[in-house]
T-cell receptor, first 117, second 110 residues
Framework: GAVVSQHPSWVICKSGTSVKIECRSL??????MFWYRQFPKQSLMLMAT?????????EQGVEKDKFLINHASLTLSTLTVTSAHPEDSSFYIC?????????????FGSGTRLTVV | SQQGEEDPQALSIQEGENATMNCSYK?????LQWYRQNSGRGLVHLIL?????REKHSGRLRVTLDTSKKSSSLLITASRAADTASYFC??????????FGQGTRLTINP
C-alpha cells in the first residue's frame, strides 16, 4: 500500500533557530502533499498544500514566511519552521494521495513532534 | 474546526459495546472519509463513503451518510481495547484539500 515517511519523528530546538521536516512518498509519486498542525487534544488544522514544482498554497492565517514549504520532487516535500518560538511547538503531520483527485483515502506520515525551548 | 462538528468530543464505553460517533460538514462533498489516530501518531484511513452512497460496511465498521443533513456517523461494533483512539471525519474542499472535524476521543475500558 501507499506509504508516507515523515522525518524526524521528534525534534527539540532552541528559540530562534529553524527546523526542517521532511515528508516522502515511498512507493508512489505525489504531485500534491499537505501539511497539518495539531495541538494537544485538538483536531488537525490544514496549514498548506504543497505543489510539486510550484509555490505552496497556504491556508488563511498561516504565515508563509514562517512556514516555508518546498516540493522539489514528486516524492519529497519539506516544511521548514523558521525562527521558531515556543508557540510553534506542536505536532506536524503531512499527507499525500497516490491518485489524482480525492476519490480514495489519503496516506499520512507518522508526524513530527516539535518542541521549541 | 475547518470542516464542521463532531460529537461526542469524548466517548468512554466498556469493551464489547458499540461506539457511535457523529460528524457534520459544511460544504457539498464528493465523499466523506473517516480516519483513526492513535495518540501521538499519524492518521490511518478507515473508510470512505461516496456522496451517492447511504451506508457502507468494513469489518466492524459501519458508516452512514445523509447528504440532506450534511452529516455522517461511524459505528464500531463489538469494541475492543485496541479501538481506543481518536476518530476524525474528513471532507474534501477545493480540488484535493482534506479537512477535518474536531474528532471524537474514544476510550474502550476493559
Amino acid at each position: 500500500g501507499a506509504v508516507v515517511s515523515q522525518h524526524p519523528s521528534w525534534v527539540i530546538c532552541k528559540s530562534g533557530t529553524s527546523v526542517k521536516i521532511e515528508c516522502r512518498s515511498l512507493d508512489f509519486q505525489a504531485t500534491t502533499m499537505f501539511w497539518y498542525r495539531q495541538f494537544p487534544k485538538q483536531s488537525l488544522m490544514l496549514m498548506a498544500t504543497s505543489n510539486e514544482g510550484s509555490k505552496a498554497t497556504y491556508e488563511q492565517g498561516v504565515e508563509k514566511d514562517k512556514f516555508l514549504i518546498n516540493h522539489a520532487s514528486l516524492t519529497l516535500s519539506t516544511l521548514t519552521v523558521t525562527s521558531a518560538h515556543p508557540e510553534d511547538s506542536s505536532f506536524y503531520i503531512c499527507s499525500a494521495t497516490p491518485l489524482q483527485g480525492s476519490t480514495y483515502g489519503y496516506t499520512f506520515g507518522s508526524g513530527t513532534r516539535l518542541t521549541v525551548v | 474546526s475547518q470542516q464542521g462538528e463532531e460529537d461526542p468530543q469524548a466517548l468512554s464505553i466498556q469493551e464489547g459495546e458499540n461506539a457511535t460517533m457523529n460528524c457534520s460538514y459544511k460544504t457539498s462533498i464528493n465523499n466523506l472519509q473517516w480516519y483513526r489516530q492513535n495518540s501521538g501518531r499519524g492518521l490511518v484511513h478507515l473508510i470512505l463513503i461516496r456522496s451517492n452512497e447511504r451506508e457502507k460496511h468494513s469489518g466492524r465498521l459501519r458508516v452512514t451518510l445523509d447528504t440532506s443533513k450534511k452529516s455522517s456517523s461511524l459505528l464500531i461494533t463489538a469494541s475492543r481495547a485496541a479501538d481506543t483512539a481518536s476518530y476524525f471525519c474528513g471532507s474534501i474542499q477545493g480540488a484535493q484539500k482534506l479537512v477535518f472535524g474536531q474528532g471524537t476521543r474514544l476510550t474502550i475500558n476493559p
